[in-house]
């Protein structure tokens, strides 16, 4: 149960996030991407991800990720609300290590995926979507 | 803001509209760009302008051909087209009873394939009475004169659902709305409003999509607002957006109040809109930003 | 509208141990618990939160869904058909419900 205490506390962490976006942001970014990989090191590349340079409309921006000899990849908004997109893995009966969705980006960021390897290992590589401001936002 | 002087008013109105435009680069519609709907059904995109409805138009461009690559690529496959979800529950309404009389749409017209074929394409129209109606006004008259039925809210999930069906059934075809006879006195209506600068920012429906068409406002690119694509699945809603919403919508974007969704002035709009599209091919359901 | 429909896409056919690409598509909010009523109260989050597909009982693909997955959720993969058997779809709501959907394929 939540003392009056707690919830003071966590009032006050709400307010930093919403005083100190940018630093709150990639705060919680590294946080997310440490709890997934324990902290282990990334290799850059070997994961490839499509998606537009510029999205119509940061409601529905189509992305695909693929890695080659992955079990499992996930992907990680760095300028939304919250990091996590999704994690996506790949059992015995799948024919390649890809995804292809539809997520949601708040502004224009870098979307990161990170591959984990038969072996263990991570690879990662980011993208940059720019999200346009459309001007007639009925 | 009210309380301006006319004058006033009117300098802090053009400055918006030059500060919507700053920096407009030119955005053409991609004219190369071909609709095809699965590999199979060609949509015409371009149509030729002509003296009396669009004097000022070189050409009648969709709404498509200005849209970017990954959001025209969503339309051209039924699969990820997400408006096909509306229409499969447009289908599956056609064919649900419902109301005192108990019978379906189907019980009296069929087969919708056939018997709604072209409907859409002819939207709005002159009803038996000399009234202009949309399609959603004969659906409701539908449900209420003939089934006993509650009518549908304009743009209800039922409502945008059943004329994503109908639409459905005339995609391809060419958009032929009639303008002349007892539907003459509503396209002048309709031209009149086009034409009529609306709200603080005292703008007209021919002020971006007449004037400024391929240009951006802010970061969008100002299409000529044909509705030949309408219902249409919009990303930001993540649903379907009928052609009096979108009408709202831009008139609220001007800081007006803005007319009903079914008002006398949205169906003369409607028709007045739909004919600088004829020969437009009916999209049924598009996909719009 | 609140029906619940998954549409599923299959090749129309393939040959014993190709990889076939399969497409998902399923109308569903995902409510990311962000957004206010026009009361401002927030509405609550309610997304699909897993989604998974078998073949013939196998795991083709597991996905962890979070609020950032757009409405109307859509996933395309790639999935080893040894032989022809019978896909299973399976969609798992914050409200504790379970949609699925089964396919049959057949190889050539």
């Known amino acids: 149960m939540l003392t009056r205490r707690d919830t003071f506390a966590i009032g006050l962490g709400a307010s930093a996030v919403a005083l100190l976006p940018a630093t709150a942001f990639a705060d919680a970014v590294e946080d997310w991407i440490t709890a997934y990989t324990g902290g282990a090191a990334m290799e850059e590349g070997g994961v490839t991800i499509t998606a537009p340079e510029i999205a119509e409309n940061g409601n529905t921006v189509p992305v695909s990720v693929s890695a080659e000899g992955a079990t499992e990849i996930v992907l990680v908004a760095t300028g939304n609300p919250t990091p996590g997109l999704g994690r996506f893995t790949f059992g015995p009966g799948s024919g390649a290590p890809m995804i292809a969705t539809r997520i949601r980006l708040g502004r224009t960021q870098d979307v990161v995926a990170i591959a984990k390897m038969a072996d263990g290992t991570f690879k990662t590589t980011r993208v940059e979507v720019k999200v346009t401001i459309g001007g007639c936002g009925g | 803001m009210q ?3 006319p004058a006033r008013s009117l300098a802090l109105a053009s400055a918006c509209v030059a500060a919507l435009w700053s920096g407009a680069a030119l955005a053409d519609p991609d004219l190369t760009a071909d609709l095809v709907i699965d590999g199979e059904l060609h949509i015409v995109t371009r149509a030729p302008s002509d003296d009396i409805i669009t004097p000022n138009l070189p050409e009648r461009y969709s709404g498509w051909l200005f849209r970017s690559e990954d959001t025209r690529a969503m339309e051209m496959d039924d ?12 289908a599956e309404l056609w ?6 009389a108990g019978q379906s749409c189907q019980d009296c017209h069929g087969d919708a394939e056939e018997s709604m074929r072209g409907v859409r394409a002819m939207m ?5 009475d000399g009234v202009l109606w949309s399609m959603e006004n004969y659906v409701n008259n539908c449900r209420t004169e003939r089934m006993g039925a509650e009518a549908w809210r304009w743009s209800g999930d039922e409502m945008t659902s059943m004329t994503s069906f109908l639409s459905l059934q005339s995609r391809g075809m060419p958009v032929a709305v009639q303008i002349d006879g007892p539907a003459a006195p ?3 209506q309709g031209r009149e409003m086009y034409y009529t600068r609306y709200g603080q920012l005292e703008l007209s429906c021919a ?7 391929g240009q951006m406002i802010r970061a969008d690119h100002l299409s000529q607002g044909q509705i030949s694509g309408f219902p249409t699945y919009r990303l930001k809603n993540a649903g379907i957006v009928s052609v009096h919403n979108r009408f709202r919508g831009c008139i609220r974007d001007t800081r007006a109040e803005t007319f009903a969704e079914g008002s006398d002035e949205f169906r003369a709009l409607e028709l007045y809109v739909a004919s600088r599209g004829i020969g437009l091919g009916v999209e049924g359901v598009s996909v719009r930003p | 509208m ?10 129309r056919s393939a040959s014993a141990g190709d990889s076939i690409t399969v497409k998902t598509l399923i109308n569903h909010d995902m409510e990311t618990g962000q957004r206010r009523n026009s009361a401002g109260e927030t509405i609550p989050r309610q997304i699909i939160n897993r989604f998974t597909c078998e073949f013939n009982g196998v795991m083709v693909i597991d996905v962890a869904m979070e609020p950032a997955i757009s409405a109307n959720p859509y996933m395309e993969f790639e999935a080893v058909v040894p032989e022809s058997g019978e896909f299973v779809f399976t969609w798992y709501d914050d409200n504790g419900e379970v949609y699925t959907a ?7």
Do not use: Q
């Not at chain 2, 064919?95 to 005192?100: K, Y």
């Not at chain 3, 089964?102 to 050539?108: G, I, K, Q, R, W």
């Open chain 2, 186 to 188: 509503y396209w002048e």
């Open chain 3, 2 to 11: 609140t029906d619940v429909r998954p549409r599923i896409r299959l090749p």
């Open chain 2, 124 to 128: 709005p129209h002159v009803n038996e």
């Open chain 2, 3 to 5: 309380h301006l002087k």
């Open chain 2, 79 to 90: 699969f990820e087209n997400p408006a096909m979800i509306a229409v499969e529950a447009g």
């Open chain 2, 95 to 100: 064919t649900t009873v419902d109301g005192t």
């Open chain 2, 207 to 213: 002020n971006c999509h007449e004037d400024s068409t």
């Open chain 3, 102 to 108: 089964t396919e049959a394929f057949e190889v050539s």
